[in-house]
């Protein structure tokens, strides 16, 4: 038997095809946590890329939008396929409501007061869901995506993450066509760049202000709408994902859609390598010294300008 057919070498190639496999399977599920987490800083980074404002009920927007496609999924029989649109539609109006009696009070005032005003906000919808529905954790069953997955060889692929994360990639996708390709796009673009002067050329800048706030809610809605798949919904869903599209749209740049897609995708393979080769618990300590580490090099972020 030659070297290369000896039990050894061949107990050596297995294991190898073992570890690939085992890796190839964890930056999967990396990037398709990733995708849910670039979807969710999508909206918050065109809040804050264009308005300068840190909306701190972000994560509390996300919460709604799943009591909702959890409720009609509940009470009416909906799919979180279908009422994921009700979901971002129904926080669409929620940022508008919070633009008109909130926000727009705090614009052209130090950052903090707008911080700050968001902060109470979060802890009122965190509240009155805590007394409306109470802490216990809850989740649809009998889905149409249910808990199906795709075998490709020994590779695992959840269904359920699988189309929200192909659903993040074509709102992303929208988002970043309607910014780049649009009137109204630009019209966004140069509101960021000097408020003052796009007035002068005739742009209704409150009119974008209020419909930024709107589709920032419908990105983080949309994301939302489609979790209760395969997440349960509570109270305190919402502060992981509000912290973590915070650290990703600082570290993809401020107002940087490709810069939030690439940190979400980062921040999740990051999440997945570290809980599965270190530990569970270790995950989020190595995605806040990934942020560390990058805005200590680059305080504008990766895509930052």
């Known amino acids: 038997m030659g070297a290369f057919g000896s039990p050894i070498h061949c107990s050596q190639r297995l294991l190898f095809v073992h570890s690939m496999e085992t890796v190839l399977q964890v930056l999967i599920d990396g990037i398709l946590s990733g995708l849910l987490y670039a979807l969710v800083a999508a909206g918050l980074c065109l809040i804050w890329g264009v308005m300068d404002v840190i ?8 919460m709604v939008a799943m009591y909702v496609s959890y409720w009609l999924g509940f ?3 909906v799919d979180p396929l279908v009422s994921v649109l009700a979901a971002g ?4 109006l929620l940022g508008v409501l919070t633009y008109q009696l909130i926000v727009k009070y705090t614009v052209g005032k130090p950052p903090l007061a707008a911080l700050l005003a968001t902060f109470g906000l979060a802890m009122l919808i965190k509240n009155f869901c805590l007394n409306r529905f109470s802490p ?3 989740i649809l069953s009998d889905t149409w995506l249910g808990d199906k997955t795709y075998h490709l060889g020994e590779l695992i692929i959840p269904i359920p993450q699988l189309v929200t994360g192909i659903i993040a990639l074509l709102v992303i996708g929208l988002v970043y066509a309607l910014i780049n390709s ?3 796009g630009w019209a966004v673009q140069a509101t960021a760049m000097d408020k003052e002067a796009a007035e002068l050329m005739g742009i209704n800048t409150e009119r974008i202000y209020l419909l930024i706030f709107g589709i920032g809610g419908a990105c983080v809605g949309i994301a939302g709408g489609i979790m209760p798949t395969y997440l349960a919904v509570h ?4 502060s992981l994902f509000g912290l973590i599209a915070f650290i990703c749209v600082a570290m993809g740049g401020f107002g940087s859609i490709p810069g939030a897609l690439f940190a979400g995708l980062l921040v999740g393979v990051v999440e997945s390598f570290a809980g599965f080769y270190i530990a569970p618990v270790f995950k989020y300590v190595a995605v806040f010294g990934l942020y560390l580490a990058v805005v200590a090099f680059r305080r504008k972020g990766l895509f930052g300008w």
């Open 235 to 238: 109270p305190e869903v919402g």
């Open 89 to 92: 539609a129904f926080v669409f």
């Open 182 to 184: 649009t009137r109204f």
């Open 55 to 62: 909306n701190f009920a972000h994560g509390e927007f996300l």
């Open 136 to 138: 216990n954790f809850r």
């Open 75 to 77: 009470l009416a029989g």
